[in-house]
């Protein structure tokens, strides 16, 4: 980091702004949707269905996006995608029940608001910063992340508990899902502080083309190879809590738990990774492995709380430094021919090529477990666990030609022309 410490243009601070609140939505929401669909249909197999469509999707939904930003401008792709979350929770709270028994259905709205979130999320990331606000925009991002997790999940868990004893049924989802329909529309809202010109046209030609560079076809093997174990986890672990503990309640305190972790991993990793990368990434790689070995043992409410919270703890350390590479990689194969939209487009193809594997994995060796019999899923779940291990192999090469430590911040005047032409348009953005 450099030494201007956390300063960021103001759009980039209004982007966090808007992250915020998403952020805030889905965390009261988002592992409790998996719940939802659990409970209604009683099945593995339907967390999965859920969750696969989701990922299928997020490649076209790119694109799409992408297009439409092209004839509008990124901002408005985000504001669409925040609309479509908005909607899926519409949707959720006229619908009830009916949803959960069609978790394909709401798997493909998803789909469709996670590509245009995204998409615009990640072009905006790298347009209103430079190489040397990567680390500090994404470990500020992360923070925000980690404080939403501790503030929603224990008082959605408060709500759905309390609410179904009083008033019935599924009543305390409905209440939650309603609350972050509100909170969508705040970060809507906010999204029109966000302005930015039409997206650079796609040149997905050019971007394929990249890869024949060794080092860009590194961090893409590393991004799918560990989007195995992020497209199964993303749900797995509050999913297994709840099967534990059969509350909404302790999921929730256990969120808060695992959130207040991972709020000072990612406050530490955003400041030190500028600094120490090469050495927190294999940190960060080496202690969720060794937290993946708790599911060599029987899975009780025990074993998966403490496995959350060391993942809390170490996550952050490898993901941090691993965006900061992978963001390094776009502004050095961004210019006139081929925009960062192009290369993120990419890596988010290989990012869900992981996952959907993954995912896939998960349906066909886990589609006949049921909570009294988890033997397959341990397994896969201490081999997913170990993933990043294989990422952080392949990103050797280019971790030995990391510098000791980054470059100084220089001012955009001094930036050489064509090399970061995105992003220094979008520190002042026209429109």
């Known amino acids: 980091m450099s030494k201007h410490g956390l300063h960021l243009p103001r759009m980039a601070w209004w982007l966090l702004v808007v992250s915020g609140f998403f952020h805030l939505s889905i965390s009261l929401s988002n592992t409790f949707v998996n719940i939802f669909v659990f409970k209604v249909d009683h099945s593995f197999a339907a967390i999965a269905w859920y969750n696969l469509p989701i990922f299928v999707l997020l490649p076209f939904t790119f694109v799409l996006a992408a297009w439409i930003a092209q004839h509008t401008s990124t901002a408005m792709a985000l504001r669409i995608g925040i609309a479509l979350h908005a909607l899926f929770y519409a949707v959720t709270l006229v619908i009830g029940e009916r949803a959960a028994r069609m978790p394909w259905a709401l798997g493909v709205l998803m789909g469709l608001a996670a590509g245009f979130y995204w998409l615009a999320f990640d072009v905006l990331s790298v347009e209103y910063t430079d190489q040397d606000g990567h680390e500090p925009f994404f470990g500020t991002h992360g923070v925000l992340t980690s404080v939403a997790n501790v503030i929603a999940p224990p008082i959605a868990g408060w709500l759905i508990s309390r609410e179904d004893v009083f008033l ?57 190879i560990y989007g195995l174990r992020e497209g199964v986890f993303m749900f797995l672990i509050g999913l297994l809590v709840y099967v534990a503990t059969g509350s909404e309640m302790k999921l929730g305190v256990f969120l808060l738990l695992q959130g207040g972790l991972s709020f000072l991993a990612f406050f530490l990793a955003g400041r030190l990774s500028a600094k120490y990368r090469s050495r927190l990434i294999g940190i960060g790689s080496i202690g969720m492995s060794v937290a993946a070995i708790l599911f060599l043992f029987p899975i009780h409410a025990r074993t998966i709380i403490m496995y959350g919270c060391l993942t809390a703890a170490a996550l952050p350390f490898f993901m941090v430094p691993l965006q900061g590479y992978v963001y390094d990689g776009i502004d ?100």
Request: proline share 4%; glycine share 8%; with cysteine.
């Open 168 to 224: 019935g049924g599924l009543s305390g989802y409905h209440i939650v899902f309603g609350i972050s329909f509100v909170l969508f529309i705040g970060a809507t809202f906010f999204s029109f502080r966000l302005h930015s010109d039409p997206m650079s046209h796609l040149h997905l030609r050019r971007g394929l083309q990249a890869l024949r560079k060794a080092s860009w076809m590194r961090l893409m093997a590393a991004s799918s």
């Open 332 to 431: 050095g194969r961004t210019d006139e021919d081929t925009p960062a939209t192009t290369h993120i487009i990419v890596r988010e193809w290989f990012e869900n090529l992981g996952r959907i594997i993954g995912i896939i994995l998960f349906l066909t060796i886990c589609v006949h477990q049921t909570p009294n019999h988890l033997g397959k899923l341990r397994g896969l779940s201490f081999a997913l666990g170990l993933v990043q291990l294989g990422s952080w192999a392949i990103l050797i090469p280019t971790i030995r030609k990391q510098r000791p430590k980054r470059p100084k911040r220089r001012d955009r005047e001094e930036l050489a022309e064509g090399e970061r032409k995105t992003a220094n348009k979008r520190l002042n953005p026209m429109s």
